[in-house]
């Protein structure tokens, strides 16, 4: 296997997919590298597969998401001991600039780990058989689980007014 072929065709689909997994582009984009760097020193039995290395992915992404949560609690634990950081931009533009995307984003966030997993493996045109082998379910599962993953999803959409 020609691993710089199989970077060149799959890193740019793995980051956008990581991305919007998890909504932070800096944990993407390590978590992409990381599962490239788990494929050459460590590659899986039987040939690598697209979904192998994105389940990879997205288990370095959730570990990360662990450990800040672990982390988060140690640093409340001691208010005193937490850093202080600069204040954000300004709110107003910031709002403005990214509506839309937060909206989604959000909407996505309150869904669970796997029902994200398979709607944002769908988005990046992976079929049935690679997003049940990626979560670990059958084939003929995948329809059921993307069907309600879509229903949680617009349901914690909000109607927009002027939709109505």
Not at 19 to 27: I, K, Q, V
Not at 120 to 130: I, K, T, V, Y
């Given at each position: 296997m020609d691993v710089a072929t199989f970077f060149a065709e799959h890193h740019r689909a793995l980051y956008r997919y990581l991305?919007?997994?998890?909504?932070?582009?800096?944990?993407a984009a390590d978590a992409a590298q990381?599962?490239?760097?788990?494929?050459?020193?460590?590659?899986?039995?039987?040939?690598?597969?697209?979904?192998?290395?994105?389940?990879?992915?997205?288990?370095v992404v959730l570990d990360a998401g662990r450990r800040r949560a672990r982390q988060e609690r140690l640093l409340?634990?001691?208010?005193?001991?937490?850093?202080?950081g600069d204040a954000g931009p300004d709110a107003h533009a910031s709002l403005e600039a990214a509506e839309r995307v937060g909206?989604?984003?959000?909407?996505?966030?309150?869904?669970?780990d796997r029902d994200r997993q398979v709607l944002?493996?769908?988005?990046?045109?992976?079929?049935?058989?690679?997003i049940a082998e990626a979560v670990g379910t059958t084939t003929g599962s995948v329809?059921?689980?993307?069907?309600?993953a879509l229903d949680r999803l617009a349901a914690a959409l909000p109607l927009d007014a002027e939709d109505a």
């Open positions: 991305a919007r997994f998890c909504g932070d582009p800096d944990l990381e599962a490239f760097v788990r494929l050459i020193e460590r590659p899986p039995r039987g040939g690598v597969q697209r979904a192998w290395l994105y389940t990879v992915a997205t288990n409340a634990a001691v208010p005193d001991r937490a850093p202080h909206t989604v984003r959000r909407a996505l966030a309150t869904l669970g944002l493996m769908r988005e990046e045109g992976f079929s049935h058989r690679e329809g059921t689980m993307i069907a309600r």
